[in-house]
C-alpha cells in the first residue's frame, strides 16, 4: 500500500471545535490532494498542495505537506455540521497526476 | 454545469448477469477516469481515456471487465458474468487534462450490487 497505517479512522467532534486530520505515504510524491466525500456522493478535491509549498490554507482549511517525514494534515477551523463526511488524502502514484491514489479516508462525524 | 452524470445511481444484478455501467462525463473535459470504492479496498483507480482512448487500464481485473468511450460524451464499464464480490461503488470523474494534476471531477456513482 501506499499509505501508513496511523490513519484514523473516524473522529467525533462537537460543532465549532477545530480538527486536525493526518496521513502519512510510503512512496515518494511531489503532491497531496485532500479530497472530502459526502453521502451519496462523490470525492471532491479540497486542497491541493506541493511539496514546495508546506503549507496551504483555503477557507476554514488548512493542509500541510512534510516531505522528509512523508505526512501531511489537514486542519478544519470551526467546523460546522456540513463538514460532516469522509476525508482522504491522495497521492498520484507518480504518474504525473492522472492516476488519483487514496488513502483509506477518516470519518469526521 | 450538470457535473458528471451517472446511470443508474443503482443496480442489482443477479450472479452471472452483466451490468453496463453509463458515465457522462463534465462537457470539454479530455479525461475520463473510472474508479470503484468498497469498504474493504477504499477507493481503487480502475482505468482512464484521454481523448476517448484508453490510456492506462492497469486497475482492470483481467476478466469480465471492460471499459469503451465511443464519444466524446460518454464512457461505459461493462462488467461479464458479475460475482458477489464486484458488489461496490463504480465513480466515473472527468478533468480537462491529464497532466499536471488537474483537479478530477467526480460523480455521485453506481451502487453495484450482485446477488
Known amino acids: 500500500s501506499q499509505w501508513g497505517e496511523e490513519n484514523l479512522q473516524a473522529l467525533s467532534i462537537q460543532e465549532g471545535e477545530d480538527v486536525t486530520m493526518n496521513c502519512s505515504y510510503k512512496t515518494y510524491t511531489t503532491v497531496v490532494q485532500w479530497y472530502r466525500q459526502k453521502s451519496g456522493k462523490g470525492p471532491a478535491q479540497l486542497i491541493l498542495i506541493r511539496s514546495n509549498e508546506r503549507e496551504k490554507r483555503s477557507g476554514r482549511l488548512r493542509a500541510t505537506l512534510d516531505t522528509s517525514s512523508q505526512s501531511s494534515s489537514l486542519s478544519i477551523t470551526g467546523t460546522l455540521a456540513t463538514d460532516t463526511a469522509v476525508y482522504f488524502c491522495?497521492?498520484?502514484?507518480?504518474?504525473?497526476?492522472?492516476?488519483?491514489?487514496f488513502g483509506s479516508g477518516t470519518r469526521l462525524l | 454545469n450538470a457535473g458528471v452524470i451517472q446511470t443508474p445511481r443503482h443496480k442489482v444484478t443477479g450472479k452471472g448477469q452483466e451490468a453496463t455501467l453509463w458515465c457522462e462525463p463534465i462537457?470539454?473535459?479530455?479525461?475520463v477516469f473510472w474508479y470503484r470504492q468498497t469498504i474493504v479496498q477504499g477507493l481503487e483507480f480502475l482505468t482512464y481515456f484521454r481523448n476517448q482512448a484508453p490510456i492506462d487500464d492497469s486497475g482492470m481485473p483481467k476478466e469480465r471487465f471492460s471499459a469503451q468511450m465511443p464519444n466524446q460524451s460518454h464512457s461505459t464499464l461493462k462488467i461479464q458474468s458479475t460475482q458477489p464480490q464486484d458488489s461496490a461503488v463504480y465513480l466515473c470523474a472527468s478533468s480537462s487534462r491529464d497532466w499536471g494534476y488537474a483537479e478530477q471531477f467526480f460523480g455521485p456513482g453506481t451502487r453495484l450490487t450482485v446477488l
Open positions: 491522495a497521492t498520484d502514484a507518480g504518474t504525473g497526476g492522472y492516476k488519483v491514489v
Open positions: 462537457s470539454g473535459h479530455s479525461a
